[in-house]
T-cell receptor
Framework: DAGVIQSPRHEVTEMGQEVTLRCKPI?????LFWYRQTMMRGLELLIY????????DSGMPEDRFSAKMPNASFSTLKIQPSEPRDSAVYFC???????????FGDGTRLSIL | GENVEQHPSTLSVQEGDSAVIKCTYS??????FPWYKQELGKRPQLIID?????GEKKDQRIAVTLNKTAKHFSLHITETQPEDSAVYFC????????????FGSGTRLLVRP
């Protein structure tokens, strides 16, 4: 199995630009999670989906952040407009129904200048 | 709300010594407790987990113990090696309902050769 696949691995952009992060979960997994990791705040859950439906988005920091899961094999996290404080590593993870063990992708290192 | 506290935040041990990391959780309905290891610049990787119907689980040099009454669980690494140096995260979840992982703040383990 290829594992959770995220793209891009690195993104550097100027503030105000739109940023789109992508994730392909492990085939057959029913749950998909988006996390943000910073030194100050650690690993934060932003939003998660079950069978493509958002279940809990209480961790999404503000309206500039949005996430979608149009099908079982693809999800996006979008930031518009981006700000320097959004700089972080964003991880996507997936899990199988009945098992809470989450498998993480390699992350996207985002730098907003 | 749900919370997981993790101690210590940093831990330095001599190669060959043991290391212990402790976590306390607040949600008494939590029934799944994974531990993740994150090397510098890499993704968190699941190294061991325990469910609430078990008090202890071992896998070679690592073991996890769970005290449901006190709501705390611990990671034990014996005969530490330099490659054990990483950040370790504990987490708690309700495996039969939300599947959301509540992460601790992490412990940076340094194993000195």
């Amino acid at each position: 199995d290829a594992g959770v696949i995220q793209s891009p691995r690195h993104e550097v952009t100027e503030m105000g630009q739109e940023v789109t992060l992508r994730c392909k979960p492990i085939s057959g997994h029913d749950y998909l999670f988006w996390y943000r990791q910073t030194m100050m705040r650690g690993l934060e859950l932003l939003i998660y989906f079950n069978n493509n439906v958002p279940i809990d988005d209480s961790g999404m920091p503000e309206d500039r952040f949005s996430a979608k899961m149009p099908n079982a094999s693809f999800s996006t996290l979008k930031i518009q407009p981006s700000e320097p404080r959004d700089s972080a590593v964003y991880f996507c993870a997936s899990s199988l129904v009945g098992q809470a063990a989450q498998h993480f992708g390699d992350g996207t290192r985002l730098s907003i200048l | 709300g749900e919370n997981v506290e993790q101690h210590p935040s940093t831990l330095s041990v001599q190669e060959g010594d043991s290391a212990v990391i402790k976590c306390t959780y607040s949600d008494s309905a939590s029934n799944y407790f994974p531990w993740y290891k994150q090397e510098l610049g890499k993704r968190p990787q699941l190294i061991i987990d325990i469910r609430s119907n078990v008090g202890e689980k071992k896998d070679q040099r690592i073991a996890v113990t769970l005290n449901k009454t006190a709501k705390h669980f611990s990671l034990h690494i014996t005969e530490t090696q330099p490659e054990d140096s990483a950040v370790y995260f504990c987490a708690a979840s309700r495996e039969d309902s939300s599947y959301k992982l509540i992460f601790g703040s992490g412990t940076r383990l340094l194993v000195r050769p």
